[in-house]
């Protein structure tokens, strides 16, 4: 033996030693020699991670059992170790191990060292490592899952989220062919879902399978609600009748888990087919039960998307049926009187709900047509020499109930071949007809019968109001003027001035208020607020506020107590009827030497605005929420003084939203404009005319929609010393 073999030998025995330590392990180990890398010696783990087979030898280079390491630069750095004597360390470092189809991607955690003699010089190299494949598809599955759930919080379309999902754990795990089936609402069949790598002629046959026992793995876990795996299709007795189809397929094994919705409704099902005998591992199941959830999430989603539009479809067919009577209520509405409205009516009818509509009245036992509508003027001249009294509509007048027919010889020479004729009744009692006639090609189904019955009605209660219309509004006046608001009072060093422009007319009562009134300490107590609503219900309530508030300053000095004695009032009122909310500004002001003293509160209502001597204009701003909506209103006071000319600007929202011919609004902003621009020294009404002007102009005489009110305190000169 020479002396340079025993070296070698001397150097080669601590490798075989760890070879035969690490010969079991699942750690890699190899040891390479010279320049070359000749593979000495590698446990049964290091062959296995290589492919195994006629990889399995030693005595040759390593490049020549691995040619591929060379394109990902493992061999230079084995040439580099070998060259340097200086370890390599590389961390979760992917290797694609072997070529064309039979390549697979591996990751491995590895060092490489190399190996001396007695004498300290390099004969080779050694590698140790593990192989950290799983843990990185765990990553890797871990991040798919991530953006399927991504994709499923953004709304992707549920075929995006399932193609993905299969083809993502394919592509980790390439022996795997995955398929999700989808149940029917009632949970009886499945459908195809996804199935990217499997034949369309298998998920064209098994598309729409019943659920049930032995219907293969998917139908027979769908039954059960548990995870069926079948190792080998060809001799299961659950595949019976699909078996043929598994064969032609090239698929025989198949894990299949249920897909629950959070209720334990059946969404589907998640399969994991296999191309030979298998059965899962721990880790399969794992994995299926994971991906089963987040197609469960994805499933729901849908589901329920679904559902939306659903119910946005029949939605939209209500919102197209409310939008004709709304805009028909509009139609009707106005300074109409009854015949005008009865016309109104016969003109919404045709041609939007059939092509000829006429409108009828009982006047003194007798029968007169006050309204016709046809697609010409000799059809309509046809149709009004028609005798009114004719059998339908005799019969509706004298039943109140609506007649259908699918044939009109009555109508035979207009063309007609079907009619609805439905009364019109007040208080209980027809009082006219609305009859709508057919043509070929129209007909009246149910949904179209009920459209024309509400028509009627809200005609007949227009109609209704129209009659009556001169008895409410008296009423109205009468019940306006029991509220309308008190002059303003004379108060010492102080200008008062007051804007008020109600919106509407009849009963549409504004709830828009002001009020100045003298306390019993020599002060004087201001309000102004908006009450939720109009009518009687509005009137009602602003007489409670402004009662209330008088009431309780007589009692009460702080105006917080004062505007929480007022909330009560509001939260004491009859529970089980909704009277809306109420918004104010509340305070006390008293002449002093340097001007007014004010002490106001604010509930729920736009700020007051301040205007100094010197046109400058701020808002004075303190917390407090609406009156009457059950919630304790947090209000704090504001303490302030008014220098002479100095003026404080109460105003209801009706003068900052009104608008336009356009839809922009008249806005904070243009009032503080206005008020800046009063001349010094304005008084209070000089003020008030100003903006009430301006918001005129700015309207272009276009009626106001929202009530609309300011009021103005200025501070006056203060009074010479008498004596």
């Given at each position: 033996?020479?002396?340079?073999?025993?070296?070698?030998?001397?150097a080669?025995?601590?490798?075989e030693?760890?070879?035969?330590?690490?010969?079991?392990?699942?750690?890699?180990?190899?040891?390479?020699?010279?320049?070359?890398?000749?593979l000495?010696?590698?446990?049964?783990?290091?062959?296995?991670?290589?492919?195994?087979?006629?990889?399995?030898?030693t005595?040759?280079?390593?490049?020549?059992?691995?040619?591929?390491l060379?394109?990902?630069?493992?061999?230079?750095?084995?040439?580099?170790?070998y060259?340097?004597?200086?370890?390599?360390?590389?961390r979760?470092?992917?290797?694609v191990?072997?070529?064309?189809?039979?390549?697979?991607?591996?990751?491995?955690?590895?060092?490489?060292?190399?190996?001396?003699?007695?004498?300290g010089?390099?004969?080779g190299?050694?590698?140790?490592g593990v192989?950290?494949?799983?843990?990185?598809?765990?990553?890797?599955?871990?991040?798919?899952?991530r953006a399927?759930?991504?994709?499923?919080?953004?709304?992707?379309?549920?075929?995006d989220?399932?193609?993905?999902?299969c083809?993502?754990i394919e592509?980790?795990?390439?022996?795997?062919?995955v398929?999700?089936?989808?149940?029917?609402?009632?949970?009886r069949?499945?459908?195809?879902?996804?199935?990217?790598?499997?034949?369309?002629?298998?998920n064209?046959?098994?598309?729409?399978?019943?659920?049930?026992?032995?219907?293969?793995?998917c139908?027979?876990?769908a039954h059960?609600?548990?995870?069926?795996?079948?190792?080998?299709?060809?001799?299961?007795?659950?595949?019976?009748?699909?078996?043929?189809?598994?064969?032609?397929?090239?698929?025989?094994?198949?894990?299949?888990?249920p897909?629950?919705?959070?209720?334990?409704?059946?969404?589907g099902?998640?399969?994991?087919?296999?191309?030979?005998?298998?059965?899962?591992?721990?880790?399969?199941?794992?994995?299926?039960r994971?991906?089963?959830d987040?197609?469960?999430?994805?499933?729901?989603?849908?589901?329920?998307?679904?559902?939306?539009?659903?119910?946005?479809?029949?939605?939209?067919?209500a919102?197209?049926?409310?939008?004709?009577?709304?805009?028909?209520?509009?139609?009707?509405?106005?300074?109409l009187?009854?015949?005008?409205?009865?016309?109104?009516?016969?003109?919404?009818?045709?041609?939007?709900?059939?092509?000829?509509?006429?409108?009828?009245?009982?006047?003194?036992?007798?029968?007169?047509?006050?309204?016709a509508?046809?697609?010409?003027?000799?059809?309509?001249?046809?149709?009004?020499?028609?005798?009114?009294?004719?059998?339908?509509?005799?019969?509706?007048?004298?039943?109140?109930?609506?007649?259908?027919?699918?044939?009109a010889?009555?109508?035979?020479?207009?063309g007609?071949?079907?009619y609805?004729?439905?009364?019109?009744?007040?208080?209980?009692?027809?009082?006219?007809?609305?009859?709508?006639?057919?043509?070929?090609?129209?007909?009246?189904?149910?949904h179209?019968?009920?459209?024309?019955?509400?028509?009627?009605?809200?005609?007949?209660?227009?109609?209704?109001?129209?009659?009556?219309?001169?008895?409410?509004?008296?009423?109205?006046?009468?019940l306006?003027?029991?509220l309308?608001?008190p002059?303003?009072?004379?108060?010492?060093?102080?200008?008062?001035?007051?804007?008020?422009?109600?919106?509407?007319?009849?009963l549409d009562?504004?709830?828009?208020?002001?009020?100045?009134?003298?306390?019993?300490?020599?002060?004087?107590?201001?309000?102004?607020?908006?009450?939720?609503?109009?009518?009687?219900?509005a009137?009602t309530?602003?007489?409670?506020?402004r009662?209330?508030?008088?009431?309780?300053?007589?009692?009460?000095?702080?105006p917080?107590?004062?505007?929480?004695?007022v909330?009560?009032?509001?939260?004491?009122?009859?529970?089980?009827?909704?009277?809306?909310?109420?918004?104010?500004?509340?305070?006390?002001?008293?002449?002093?030497?340097?001007?007014?003293?004010?002490?106001?509160?604010?509930?729920?209502?736009t700020?007051?605005?301040l205007?100094?001597d010197?046109?400058?204009?701020?808002?004075?701003?303190?917390?407090?929420?609406l009156?009457?909506?059950?919630?304790?209103?947090?209000?704090?006071a504001?303490?302030?003084?008014?220098?002479?000319?100095?003026?404080?600007?109460?105003?209801t929202?009706?003068?900052?939203?009104?608008?336009?011919?356009g839809?922009?609004?008249?806005?904070?902003?243009?009032?503080?404009?206005?008020?800046?621009?009063?001349?010094?020294?304005?008084?209070a009404?000089?003020?008030?005319?100003?903006?009430?002007?301006?918001?005129?102009?700015?309207?272009?005489?276009?009626d106001?929609?929202?009530?609309q009110?300011?009021?103005?305190?200025?501070?006056?000169?203060?009074e010479?010393?008498?004596?």
């Amino acid at each position: 033996m020479t002396l340079e073999t025993h070296d070698r030998q001397a150097a080669r025995g601590p490798d075989e030693d760890l070879s035969l330590l690490l010969g079991t392990s699942t750690a890699l180990f190899a040891s390479m020699a010279g320049p070359a890398h000749v593979l000495e010696a590698a446990n049964p783990a290091f062959f296995a991670a290589i492919g195994g087979g006629r990889r399995e030898r030693t005595g040759v280079p390593l490049v020549e059992l691995m040619p591929e390491l060379t394109a990902q630069g493992f061999i230079a750095l084995l040439d580099r170790v070998y060259r340097s004597g200086e370890r390599h360390v590389g961390r979760d470092a992917r290797v694609v191990i072997g070529v064309g189809e039979s390549a697979r991607e591996a990751y491995f955690d590895f060092t490489y060292e190399a190996r001396h003699d007695a004498d300290g010089n390099v004969l080779g190299v050694r590698m140790i490592g593990v192989e950290t494949t799983q843990v990185e598809h765990a990553r890797r599955l871990a991040a798919e899952q991530r953006a399927l759930l991504e994709q499923i919080a953004r709304e992707a379309p549920l075929p995006d989220v399932l193609d993905g999902m299969c083809r993502s754990i394919e592509e980790l795990s390439r022996e795997v062919l995955v398929s999700v089936l989808l149940a029917d609402e009632d949970g009886r069949r499945l459908r195809h879902g996804a199935a990217p790598s499997l034949p369309g002629f298998y998920n064209r046959a098994i598309d729409g399978i019943a659920t049930g026992e032995g219907v293969g793995s998917c139908g027979t876990a769908a039954h059960r609600r548990r995870h069926v795996a079948v190792s080998d299709i060809a001799t299961d007795p659950l595949w019976d009748d699909f078996r043929d189809l598994a064969a032609r397929a090239g698929v025989a094994a198949c894990w299949s888990t249920p897909i629950l919705a959070r209720d334990g409704r059946l969404l589907g099902t998640f399969a994991m087919y296999h191309r030979t005998p298998r059965a899962p591992q721990e880790a399969d199941l794992a994995l299926a039960r994971a991906f089963a959830d987040t197609a469960a999430l994805a499933v729901e989603r849908h589901r329920a998307e679904q559902a939306r539009q659903k119910a946005h479809a029949r939605e939209k067919a209500a919102r197209d049926d409310l939008a004709f009577l709304l805009a028909a209520s509009t139609a009707l509405a106005g300074r109409l009187d009854e015949t005008q409205i009865l016309e109104r009516l016969a003109s919404l009818s045709a041609p939007a709900l059939a092509s000829l509509a006429a409108v009828d009245v009982l006047e003194g036992g007798r029968t007169r047509r006050v309204a016709a509508v046809a697609p010409t003027d000799s059809a309509r001249s046809l149709l009004l020499s028609h005798a009114p009294g004719h059998d339908a509509v005799a019969r509706v007048l004298s039943s109140g109930a609506t007649e259908v027919a699918h044939r009109a010889p009555a109508f035979r020479d207009l063309g007609a071949t079907g009619y609805v004729c439905v009364p019109l009744v007040d208080g209980g009692r027809p009082f006219g007809a609305l009859t709508l006639m057919s043509t070929p090609g129209q007909s009246f189904d149910g949904h179209r019968v009920a459209l024309v019955e509400e028509l009627a009605r809200r005609a007949a209660s227009a109609a209704h109001s129209a009659r009556q219309y001169a008895q409410r509004a008296t009423l109205a006046r009468d019940l306006q003027a029991g509220l309308l608001l008190p002059d303003l009072p004379d108060i010492p060093g102080a200008q008062l001035a007051a804007f008020y422009h109600p919106a509407g007319e009849g009963l549409d009562i504004g709830g828009d208020f002001y009020d100045v009134f003298p306390r019993d300490d020599g002060s004087w107590a201001f309000i102004l607020g908006d009450v939720c609503g109009r009518g009687a219900k509005a009137a009602t309530t602003t007489a409670l506020v402004r009662h209330t508030a008088r009431a309780a300053a007589a009692l009460l000095d702080d105006p917080v107590d004062i505007v929480r004695a007022v909330d009560k009032a509001l939260h004491d009122r009859d529970h089980h009827r909704d009277h809306g909310f109420v918004t104010l500004v509340y305070g006390h002001l008293e002449p002093v030497a340097d001007g007014l003293a004010v002490h106001l509160v604010r509930a729920g209502h736009t700020p007051p605005l301040l205007l100094d001597d010197h046109r400058t204009v701020g808002t004075v701003r303190t917390p407090g929420g609406l009156l009457g909506v059950g919630i304790p209103p947090g209000l704090q006071a504001r303490r302030l003084t008014l220098r002479p000319g100095a003026s404080l600007f109460l105003y209801t929202d009706g003068i900052t939203e009104c608008r336009a011919a356009g839809a922009e609004q008249y806005g904070e902003t243009r009032l503080v404009r206005a008020l800046a621009a009063a001349p010094p020294r304005s008084t209070a009404a000089g003020i008030v005319r100003i903006v009430a002007e301006d918001v005129r102009g700015f309207a272009g005489g276009r009626d106001v929609e929202d009530d609309q009110a300011a009021l103005v305190i200025t501070a006056g000169e203060p009074e010479p010393p008498s004596g």
